[in-house]
């Protein structure tokens, strides 16, 4: 069973930038596959971003494309999103999730998940 923490949440204003981060249990190897998430209050959980562990693959959101950027220390086990140019339309509660394999943006696909982090962008 993998656990994930998420940290780095937090209010910003428009234009700005924050970096979260997701700390898995136990060693991380192979292609096990590290995503974001977030869900706004009304809204469905939406993907943001993915990378595979072991070959760096990522993957974004359009909305996010250009923006955020995802990213692991291998050394630390520490998964990584720098989200710059925040937007109001941002704001979110932002999960990370983890699977096995494949580089997917559907969250029932993800089999482990984070409590969430919530980042707030003003106006």
């Known amino acids: 069973q993998v656990q994930l923490v998420e940290s780095g949440g937090g209010l910003v204003q428009a234009g700005g930038s924050l970096r979260l981060s997701c700390e898995p249990s136990g060693r991380i190897y192979g292609s096990f596959v590290m995503g974001w998430f977030r869900q706004a209050p009304g809204k469905e959980r939406e993907f943001v971003a993915a990378s595979r562990w072991n070959d760096g693959s990522t993957s974004y959101a359009d909305s996010v494309m250009g923006r955020f950027t995802i990213s692991r220390d291998s050394a630390k086990n520490v998964a990584y999103l720098q989200m710059n140019s925040l937007k109001p339309e941002d704001t979110a509660v932002y999960y990370c999730?983890?699977?096995?394999?494949?580089?997917?943006?559907?969250?029932?696909?993800?089999?482990?998940w984070g409590r969430g982090t919530q980042v707030t962008v003003s106006s």
């Open positions: 999730a983890a699977k096995w394999r494949t580089i997917v943006a559907v969250a029932s696909a993800y089999d482990y």
